[in-house]
């Protein structure tokens, strides 16, 4: 005799698997780069930076506005504060940069195929900390003013 075997189907349990939702996470910001002219009052980048783009490295380079009183005083006998010419210090060294405004610049521009983030600045160095000569320092931010345009004051 021979036993018909009926195949039985197994039917598998069902698992549920719980499902995962991925957090999206937002980008990450970049630091955001605050300038500040030497009477301590935040302007803006698009004042300085050509198309309003900070290049690479920026704020490591060029330090951190000066706040040395003597010197402030003495940029201040220079250019007048309400053009919002920029006076930073490195942080490692005795390089003082003078940055100007697009708008007094002379050679920043659509003009002249300035790259994005272009912008003039010109740095001033001494060979070691501590040893800013006052009377050096003003005739080198005096020599600054031949590259500086104030026709759109």
């Known amino acids: 005799m021979e036993e018909t075997k009926k195949e039985e189907k197994v039917e598998e349990p069902k698992v549920e698997i719980p499902k995962v939702e991925k957090k999206v ?36 380079t060029c330090g951190n506005p000066v706040d040395r009183e003597d010197l402030v005083e003495l940029f201040h006998k220079v250019f007048k504060p309400k053009d919002n010419i920029l006076f930073y210090k490195q942080q490692d060294k005795e390089v003082y940069i003078v940055i100007i405004p697009i708008k007094y610049s002379t050679s920043i521009g659509d003009f002249n195929d300035s790259i994005e983030g272009d912008f003039q600045k010109h740095a001033i160095s001494f060979l070691t900390e501590g040893s800013v000569n006052l009377d050096t320092m003003r005739k080198k931010l005096e020599r600054i003013n031949n590259f500086v ?5």
């Open 25 to 60: 996470e937002e980008p990450k910001t970049k630091d955001k780069l605050v300038l500040k002219n030497v009477l301590g009052k935040e302007v803006k980048k698009e004042d300085y930076f050509y198309k309003g783009v900070v290049p690479a490295g920026f704020k490591g």
């Open 149 to 153: 345009n104030y026709s759109d004051r």
